[in-house]
């Protein structure tokens, strides 16, 4: 029988999240982060979810090494669209980290000819990209 360790992770990390234990909800994704069975997909999740735990609590250099691991420059995949991407962006700019955010900007924007949703990062960031 296979666990699904990211299933596991997110289950726990949402039932820790609903009682306010950041910090046990951060170490439980890293925990599942060290298991080999995860996808690229399922990784990237769990260290953006890492990523924004520590953003929540205006810890925004930790938070982007977390989103750093996951927006490389040279990485251009398909990520799927999420509200949360306005906080990855938010975290660099808070962490005085500008032209970074400029490049993960441009590394989601990639991504807005298969989802239109793409187009309110453009726009609500639109004085990095000039």
Known sequence: MRINMYGVSA?????????FLKKAERNVY????QHPSLSPAEASSLQIN??????????????????????????QQGFVYDSSFTKVIQAYLKSNQKERANQVLSIMLCNKGKDKRYKKLEKKFSFLLN
Do not use: P, W
């Open 11 to 19: 289950l726990l990390g949402g039932i820790l999240s609903a009682v």
């Open 30 to 33: 890293k925990f599942a982060l």
């Open 50 to 75: 890492i990523g924004l735990s520590y953003a929540k609590q205006r810890k925004y250099k930790q938070a982007t090494e977390y989103f750093d691991r996951v927006f490389h420059e040279q990485i």
